[in-house]
C-alpha cells in the first residue's frame, strides 16, 4: 500500500498540476470554447494512454525503449507553443492556436505519466491468490487512494485558480512551472540520442565531460529529477497562498449588511478550499519524503548463526532454533556461492519452518523478523509461518531436512543444488 502512495504521487504531481492551471487559465480566458476544447485535450491523453497501457501491458516488444524521448519534444514543442502564443493573448486570431498549444500540452503531460499509473493494478504482486485476496487489495487501496487525494486537490486548485486575480497571476505560475517541466524534459530528450548524435560532432559513446554542458545537464536531471518536482509544488503552494491571502477581508464594495455576509461567506469559502489544497500538498509532501523513505529503506538481514559440519551434512541444534524467532544460516560451496536458509519453529507445533533465503517471486532478497513475523525484504509481503516450507508465491524456496539426535540435519548436496538462487 505504502508503496503505491508515493509512486503514484510521484508520476502524477506534475501533470495534475499543470494541466489544472491550464484548465483555469483557457477557461478564464475564452470561456466556454476554452473549457471545451482543453477538456476534449484531456480525453485525448486518457484514451490515448489507456490504449498505451494496453499495449504495454500485453507485449512490451513492440514498444521501443526510444519511446519516451518522442514524448519529451512535444512537451516541449507545446511548452514554447503556448507560451508564444500567451504573448498575442489579446488577438482574436490567438484563440483557436493558445487553446490548441494549451490542450496539446495537457494531452502530451497525461499521455507521459498515466499509462505507467494504469499498469500498476496489472501488476501488484497477489501471492498467487488472484484479485479477491487481502494482498492485492491493500496494494489497490493504496492506489486508489493516491488518486482520489490527486483528484481532490486538483478540484481544489482549480476553484482557487478560478478566483485569484489578475489572470496573470495564475498564467504566471502556469508558465514558469511549464518552463520547469520543458528543462527537465530538455536534459532527457538527448539520452536515447547519445549514440546516434553524430551530427552534432559528439563522440559515439556517451560520457558527461565530453558533451559539454548538455551532457551536465543529461546527468543533472537525471540524478535531481525530484527537485523539479519540488520546485511546481512550491509553484502550487504559492498559487493557494495567494488565493488564501487575497480573501483575507472583503475588499469589493457592498451595499447594505446582508452583502456584506454574503462576501464575507465568500471569501471563508476560498481560504477553506485553499487550506484544503495545501493539505493535500503537504500530504503529498509527506507521500515523496517520509512515505517513501520508510519504504525503499534498506533492511539489513541478521548475521548469520553457528552450526557444525559433519561430513556431507550440517548440524543445526534444535535448542538454537526453538524460540519461534527467525534465524538464518550460511554455508559456502565447492563453488564459491554463499547459500543462506532460515529456519523458524512454527506456533503450536513441534514441526519447523524451513528454506532457503530466497524465492520464486522475489529471487534472494531474503527475510527479516518484524514484530515477530516473518517478513520479505523485498516485497514486504508477510509470511504465513505455517506455510514456510511450502512450495509457491512468495514462500522461501523449499529445503530438505531431517531431525536427528537434537539436531535438524541438511545435506550439503542439498545446499548446492540452491547455488543457482544465490549467483
Not at 44 to 73: E, T
Not at 133 to 147: K, P, Q, T
Not at 218 to 244: D, P, R, V
Amino acid at each position: 500500500m505504502l508503496k503505491y502512495l508515493w509512486t503514484v504521487t510521484q508520476d502524477l504531481l506534475v501533470a495534475v498540476t499543470l494541466v489544472t492551471w491550464m484548465h483555469a487559465v483557457l477557461a478564464r480566458r475564452h470561456d466556454r470554447f476554452g473549457r471545451r476544447l482543453h477538456g476534449a485535450g484531456i480525453v485525448v491523453g486518457v484514451i490515448a494512454s489507456a490504449v498505451l497501457a494496453a499495449v504495454k501491458g500485453n507485449s512490451n516488444k513492440i514498444i521501443s525503449s526510444h519511446w519516451n524521448h518522442y514524448i519529451y519534444a512535444f512537451i516541449m514543442g507545446f511548452t514554447l507553443a503556448f507560451i508564444l502564443f500567451s504573448l498575442f493573448s489579446g488577438r482574436k486570431w490567438s484563440r483557436i492556436p493558445l487553446g490548441l498549444s494549451g490542450a496539446g500540452l495537457s494531452a502530451t503531460l497525461i499521455f507521459y505519466q498515466l499509462p505507467g499509473v494504469m499498469l500498476y493494478p496489472f501488476n501488484f504482486n497477489t501471492m498467487g491468490e488472484g484479485y479477491l485476496s487481502s494482498y492485492y487489495m491493500v496494494r489497490m487501496a493504496g492506489w486508489l487512494l493516491a488518486l482520489l487525494l490527486l483528484l481532490a486537490y486538483s478540484r481544489m486548485l482549480y476553484a482557487c485558480a478560478l478566483h485569484i486575480r489578475p489572470l496573470g497571476t495564475v498564467n504566471g505560475l502556469l508558465t514558469a512551472g511549464a518552463l520547469v517541466n520543458a528543462a527537465y524534459c530538455f536534459g532527457r530528450f538527448f539520452v536515447p540520442w547519445v549514440n546516434h548524435a553524430k551530427w552534432l560532432g559528439w563522440p559515439v559513446r556517451y560520457t558527461e565531460e565530453r558533451f559539454g554542458w548538455i551532457g551536465e545537464w543529461m546527468m543533472f536531471t537525471a540524478y535531481h529529477s525530484m527537485l523539479f518536482i519540488w520546485i511546481i509544488a512550491a509553484l502550487a503552494a504559492a498559487c493557494l497562498a495567494i488565493c488564501f491571502a487575497q480573501n483575507v477581508r472583503v475588499t469589493e464594495p457592498w451595499d447594505n449588511p446582508a452583502q456584506r455576509r454574503k462576501l464575507r461567506a465568500r471569501n471563508r469559502h476560498f481560504r477553506r478550499t485553499a487550506c484544503g489544497a495545501l493539505a493535500a500538498l503537504v500530504l503529498f509532501t509527506g507521500f515523496l519524503t517520509l512515505v517513501k523513505a520508510y519504504d525503499t529503506r534498506v533492511i539489513e538481514l541478521s548475521a548469520p548463526e553457528t552450526f557444525t559440519e559433519d561430513g556431507d551434512r550440517i548440524l543445526v541444534p534444535m535448542e538454537a532454533v526453538n524460540d519461534f524467532h527467525l534465524h538464518r544460516f550460511e554455508w559456502q560451496t565447492p563453488g564459491g556461492v554463499n547459500v543462506r536458509w532460515i529456519v523458524v519453529r512454527k506456533p503450536n507445533s513441534a514441526s519447523y519452518g524451513v528454506g532457503l533465503d530466497a524465492c520464486e517471486v522475489c529471487g534472494n532478497a531474503g527475510y527479516y523478523e518484524r514484530n515477530g513475523l516473518v517478513v520479505c525484504r523485498r516485497c514486504d509481503v508477510v509470511m504465513n509461518t505455517n506455510t514456510i516450507g511450502f512450495k509457491g508465491g512468495c514462500n522461501p524456496i523449499p529445503l530438505k531436512y531431517e531431525v536427528e539426535g537434537g539436531s535438524l540435519v541438511f545435506a550439503m548436496a542439498d545446499l548446492i543444488a540452491g547455488e543457482r538462487e544465490f549467483k
